[in-house]
């Protein structure tokens, strides 16, 4: 079981960038995915997450209305398009994977059973 993110990188304030957590080892379409972000000092937080049919999603509120998650279970891939875009959205981003409830969508970091490696998101003011 294997997740990778990428598609971080440097952009400035008000900007867009799209990641995608690709999945291996496994059927993404059988598990919820979250995306979460810890910025250097600070706790992770749940960002977005979405269940295995797509039905359910979930975004924080700091991202609400900017950040839209989606999936391809054709690709095995989920994806986070982020736009608008600011400097307090700086930090290193994860997706994970929830075998254990997967029709529902949840924030909780401990309820994630498998984790990727992160990618770097950096927004310049």
């Known amino acids: 079981v294997q997740l990778q993110a990428y598609g971080g990188g440097l952009v400035e304030a008000g900007g867009s960038l799209r990641l995608s957590c690709a999945a291996s080892?496994?059927?993404?379409?059988?598990?919820?995915i979250g995306w979460f972000r810890q910025a250097p000092g600070k706790e992770r937080e749940g960002v977005s997450c979405?269940?295995?049919?797509?039905?359910?999603?979930y975004y924080s509120d700091s991202v609400k209305g900017r950040f839209t998650i989606s999936r391809d279970n054709a690709k095995n891939t989920v994806y986070l398009q982020m736009n608008s875009l600011k400097p307090e959205d700086t930090a290193v981003y994860y997706c994970a994977a929830d075998f254990t409830l997967p029709f529902e969508c949840t924030d909780i970091v401990g309820l994630y059973d498998y984790w990727g490696q992160g990618t770097q998101v950096t927004v310049s003011s």
């Open positions: 979405i269940s295995s049919s797509g039905g359910s999603t």
């Open positions: 080892g496994f059927t993404l379409s059988r598990v919820a």
